[in-house]
Structures are given as C-alpha cells and as structure tokens.
C-alpha cells in the first residue's frame, strides 16, 4: 500500500431513491433511508478510498461496523459521506465516517475497520475453508 496516511478524508454524495429505503430493503416500512443503504454508503466509500492506493493484487475486505443512524433522510434528499482514516496498523485500518444530509443534520456516524488482503490467497483460502 502506498501514500495513504492517517487524516486523509474522502467525501461522496448519494441521492436516495426508492430502492435505497428502509420499505424497499425490507428493513422497515417508511420510505426513507434505510440503515443498510447508509452502512453500504459508508463501506463503499472507505473502500474506493483505500482501493486507488492498493498494488493490483490487493484488495481489503470490512471486518467490523459500529453505525448509530441519527436521523430520518427522505426519498430524493441528498446524503453526504465523509470517510476518514483513523488508523493504519500494518493490514488493518479504521475509519470514522459521518453522514449528513442537504441541511447539514448528522445522518449517521460510523467505525469502519477493514483489511488489506491478497485477493489470490484470500480467495483460496475461503474456498478451502467452505
């Protein structure tokens, strides 16, 4: 892995529509944001984040989420992710991640861990263990 360091941030914006609520996931019954749309929100962005500065071997896989979901955001409202790296122990990293919507209200707040793997092996050894 090479240039990431701890600090660095990356932000991206969602829009939320009606496959992305809690009625639709099958999490809830109202049409708003559903807590797995934000949580995948937040992984994907820590793994694009990291991804870009991996050899092409590489990859990471997530190992923990801890999410509180603060707020309601409606359909067609606007989500904001901002990623940052917290940590980097040899193959771990964490992430703090926050959400806000176009008011700027704390959608949600997340720790992020993940690890870097070699997608070769991990594959052979998932397929081994199954």
Do not use: Y
């Amino acid at each position: 892995m090479h240039d990431l360091e701890v600090g660095e941030q990356q932000a991206k914006t969602f829009r939320v529509g009606d496959a992305d609520t809690a009625a639709a996931m099958g999490s809830g019954g109202l049409k708003v944001l559903a807590t797995p749309r934000l949580i995948a929100w937040m992984e994907h962005v820590a793994f694009k984040m990291i991804q870009m500065h991996l050899d092409p071997n590489q990859s990471t896989v997530g190992s923990e989420i801890r999410c509180r979901h603060l707020a309601p955001t409606l359909l067609e409202k606007e989500v904001r992710v901002v990623c940052k790296l917290v940590t980097k122990e040899n193959k771990r990293l964490v992430f703090d991640i926050k959400a806000w919507d176009e008011g700027d209200t704390l959608v949600g707040e997340a720790q992020h861990t993940r690890f870097i793997i070699d997608m070769k092996r991990f594959v052979e050894n998932a397929t081994k263990n199954n």
